[in-house]
């Protein structure tokens, strides 16, 4: 899998011409939809907000990558604008398509149904390419826990919580995941699942990575609205079908983030 | 003597105690009688639909407490294309729907009125697209319509070989439309048919015989009496049709959640989607609200159009 923009539409191209071709969620779907777009977006060095927060998704990097998947949708398999999350592992499950963007289990489901294995030994990982970002820029998939700040033991919560991450109940964890997310700290790296498969073990760094939804301003309840209202997939879909231009889309989904951050970071 | 013990026990009897007395109490009665329905409407529709007004005129998210903001949530809406694409797509997928389902109910409500083997068996299984819960026949359409594994595209590609590709259903908006109001009359043909079959059932034989002696033709039958005489019964079911298919919520978040894009957003979903989702409780409130003047709007049309004809009110007043 090529890792700049031109390799990876010519690379599709191919892919289509010779009737396997490549599909990414441009649906309604937080988890592929949000993680197709971001990829698109990061990789051409596009972002939603800067360091200090301020909506910056209507950029030149931002036209440029609308104008990328514009090239690339229609290398994808038919319908993808109706995608779901399990639309993806469904295609490929059936070999209708044979390049998708997807969470590791997809791999497992296939592995672990004798009826799809050989599917599964012949499928092979690779982390999101990197475009004109320096790192692969995709988010890093982890394990959150919170306490309420109203909880009436705190402090028992959060020695809960530190217990949980100790190694005699994090690893175990961390294993019976098989690869799906990874560490946030450093010394489960040396953990059994990033020791067996090969094709789980590429993941085994992905929290470093610098990356995350909402990428590069501060973590907010605006940032999670913003996925969550499929903002940015929409913006991508509506350029990919024709349906808005690249200038259009883009000024949509900043009128669009510029509310939700107004309101929800009040 | 005799008449002194006799009359202690009836006087005790006709002085009953305070209790009994409370109960003969008409006024307070009817407050007894009252009180649990008007207890739970106030607590089940009253405080609700307060709160979803009040909730519009402020800015309140989840997990924060808003301040009251004016007209500011409805001003906002008014510049927002994706709203204004809901109203479209609701009035259009409302009118083509309702039209849908009251041409096809109403013709098998005539087919059902008439006579025939297993009839009562038949006018049940008629009822159960309606019976079956919404969200499960919506995720069978959405097999259907499903982009790769629809059964229609396997149909016509891989069986009849009538095409090439798959057919696009949910993926652009027009098809994406239709497929959805295609849903919602499949679902909304049994109460239409079973509701008109009831105001069939009510229309005397001996208007037809009276028709037929003066040599009436089948349609003008149905023109000059059967279509008279169901205009109450067609004026409320087409109301309260109006009210299910504008305020529709399920068949489209389940089968499209508003997709491709924002093509296939009702007032409802989109409600929904900026107010749980996008967690703008405020704004998804003022959306809801948005939908009371044309549901006001449809109810009064239904009423006056249809219910106020001159046989209701007598032949003579013209």
Known sequence: MPEDHAGILDLCQKLHKAGKPAGFALGNAKGDGNGFANWALWSHNGSLLDEEGNVVINSKETIAALNWVKQLYPTFIAGTTSWNDVSNNRAYSSQEISLTANGVSLYFSLKNDPATKAIADDSEHQLLPKGVAKVSPMAGLTLNAMVFKHSPYPNAAKAFLQYMMEKDQYEPWLNANSGYWSQPLAAYAEAAVWKGDPKVSIFKDTMKSTYYDGYKGPISTATGAVSADYVLIQMFSAVATGAATPEAAAAEAEQRCKRYFRRQNR | ?318
């Open chain 2, 1 to 318: 003597m005799s008449v002194t013990t006799f009359s202690s026990p009836a006087l005790a009897q006709r002085q009953p105690n305070w209790l009994v007395r409370l109960f003969d109490y008409k006024p307070f009665l009817i407050a007894m009688c009252l009180a649990p329905a008007i207890g739970l409407l106030s607590v089940f529709l009253t405080y609700p639909l307060g709160l979803g007004i009040w909730l519009a005129f402020t800015d309140t998210t989840i997990g924060r407490r808003g301040i009251y903001v004016g007209l500011e949530n409805f001003q906002y809406l008014l510049t927002d294309s994706l709203w204004w694409n809901a109203v479209f797509y609701s009035v259009v997928y409302t009118a083509i729907a309702t039209f849908g389902k009251f041409a096809l109910g109403f013709w098998l409500a005539l087919l059902l009125n008439n006579h025939f083997p297993f009839k009562s068996v038949l006018r049940a299984i008629i009822l159960l697209p309606w019976i079956v819960p919404t969200v499960l026949s919506a995720l069978a359409f959405w097999w259907i319509y499903d982009p790769q594994f629809s059964i229609i595209s396997y149909l016509l590609v891989d069986v009849l070989h009538w095409r090439d590709s798959n057919v696009d259903f949910l993926g652009s908006p027009w098809p994406a439309r239709f497929s959805l109001i295609a849903a919602n009359i499949w679902r909304g043909i049994p109460f239409v048919a079973i509701s008109l079959l009831a105001g069939l059932q009510t229309i005397s034989p001996s208007l037809y015989e009276a028709a037929m002696l003066d040599g009436a033709s089948a349609w003008q039958r149905f023109r000059y009496i059967t279509f008279p005489m169901m205009m109450p019964i067609l004026a409320i079911v087409m109301t309260f049709s109006i009210i299910f298919t504008f305020t529709d919520f399920q068949l489209v978040y389940a089968i499209t959640r508003g997709g491709p894009g924002n093509s296939t957003h009702l007032l409802a979903t989109l409600a929904f989607q900026r107010g749980i989702a996008g967690g703008e409780l405020g704004e998804g409130a003022a959306i809801a609200v948005s939908m009371i003047p044309f549901l006001v709007f449809a109810t009064l049309f239904s009423y006056f159009g249809l219910a106020r004809r001159k046989w209701q009110q007598g032949e003579s007043n013209d």
